[in-house]
């Protein structure tokens, strides 16, 4: 019999299938700059409280953001990594520190 049943098989284009690499979702790094004014400790602090950090973890960031002029302090999700930013912001700002935090597609 021939097939002209509109079946599977029928339409070439049916055949076509687009094929998509698994997707990622895209990560941002969250990175510290410094400034002249922001005590190392008030640094260090943030570090331990909103990055989860270990004092020695912390601190060693806070020394390379210093030496270098910033830092990647971690990388997440842009809501996460949003979430950061916006808090080391506000926590800076309500302590009158000039800190600036920033994230970055990776
Ligand atoms: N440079 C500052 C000082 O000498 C310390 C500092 C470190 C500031 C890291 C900001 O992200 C920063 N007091």
């Known amino acids: 019999m021939s097939d002209k ?3 599977p098989g029928d339409d070439t284009s049916l ?3 687009t094929r998509s690499k698994t997707q990622r979702p895209p990560l941002y790094k969250v990175m510290l700059l410094n400034d002249d004014y ?3 400790e008030f640094v260090v602090h943030v570090l ?3 990055f989860g950090l270990n004092h020695a973890q912390a601190f060693e960031i806070m020394l390379t953001v ?3 002029g910033l830092a990647v302090v971690g990388v997440f999700s ?4 949003e979430t950061k930013v916006a808090q080391v912001m506000d926590f800076a ?3 009158q520190h000039p800190l600036q ?4 597609k990776e």
Do not use: D, I, Q
Not at 101 to 104: F, G, I, R, S
């Open 5 to 7: 049943t509109g079946g």
């Open 15 to 17: 055949l076509t299938k």
């Open 38 to 40: 922001t005590p190392m």
């Open 48 to 50: 331990e409280r909103f």
């Open 66 to 68: 210093h030496k270098k």
């Open 78 to 81: 842009f809501e996460v990594a």
């Open 93 to 95: 700002r309500r302590h």
């Open 101 to 104: 935090c920033t994230m970055e």
